[in-house]
């Protein structure tokens, strides 16, 4: 089952627009990630949020992740055309000497020029 | 730096035909390596994961195998395809858990088509 829930599936904004997506998980966590897809494409790491941090940035995307919630979110500001592409989260719960991440169905963005 | 790996990129099977999907990884060592499935529009279910030479873990039955013969090498096969292995297969590779390292980094993947 996937734990991971992302909302909205799908957003469509202009270039310059900020563009928020967000993330539910339903278990305890050690740290959250957010993913990048091209379309046909792997997957591209963006950031990475530990359970004891709060607020991460990294150039135009900033993260927010609150445990009381179970819930993060991905900010992109001054969006480009080239930030159309859909985005992941993935929970990792820890433990079991591997990086089990499990992955929500992901936020299909959108930026028209 | 460190390179993945997948071939091939596009197959077009017939149901009942064997698979045999390849990945390496380059510029590192021992790495925990995974085996995903990304169904149209969705998100990614793991299938296999290895923390070693000939260590494989399932996540899910299904009709699938996997081996890893070398330290950077990671197959995914099948005896008889079904019509439901169809998908966009994905190897991806992290540093091992005692490094503290926790992101995973993704091939360019394999779309398979099962007809």
């Known amino acids: 089952s996937q734990q991971g829930e992302e909302d909205p599936q799908a957003l469509s904004i202009q270039e310059g627009e900020n563009a928020t997506m967000n993330c539910s998980y339903k278990t305890s966590i050690n740290n959250l990630q957010w993913y990048r897809q091209n379309s046909g494409r792997g997957l591209v790491h963006l950031i990475l949020i530990r359970s004891n941090e709060r607020e991460k940035h990294s150039g135009r995307l900033r993260v927010t992740l609150d445990t009381s919630k179970k819930s993060s979110s991905l900010l992109i500001t001054a969006s480009r055309a080239a930030d159309t592409a859909s985005y992941f989260c993935a929970t990792d719960a820890g433990g079991g000497g591997y990086n089990k991440l499990i992955f929500g169905a992901g936020t299909r963005l959108a930026v028209h020029p | 730096s460190q390179t993945i790996h997948q071939w091939p990129a596009t197959l077009v099977q017939p149901v009942g035909s064997p698979l045999s999907l390849e990945c390496t990884v380059e510029?590192?060592?021992?790495?925990?390596l995974y085996w995903y499935r990304q169904a149209a529009g969705r998100g990614l279910q793991l299938l296999f994961y290895?923390?070693?030479?000939?260590?494989i873990s399932s996540e899910v039955p299904q009709n699938l195998s996997a081996s890893r013969p070398q330290d950077r090498q990671f197959i995914l096969s099948s005896k008889k395809l079904l019509l439901s292995d169809s998908g966009f297969y994905l190897c991806?590779?992290?540093?091992?858990?005692?490094?503290?390292?926790?992101?995973?980094?993704f091939g360019p993947g394999t779309r398979l088509t099962v007809t």
């Open positions: 510029g590192t060592s021992n790495p925990n």
């Open positions: 290895s923390v070693g030479i000939g260590q």
């Open positions: 991806a590779w992290s540093d091992t858990v005692a490094s503290f390292s926790y992101e995973q980094y």
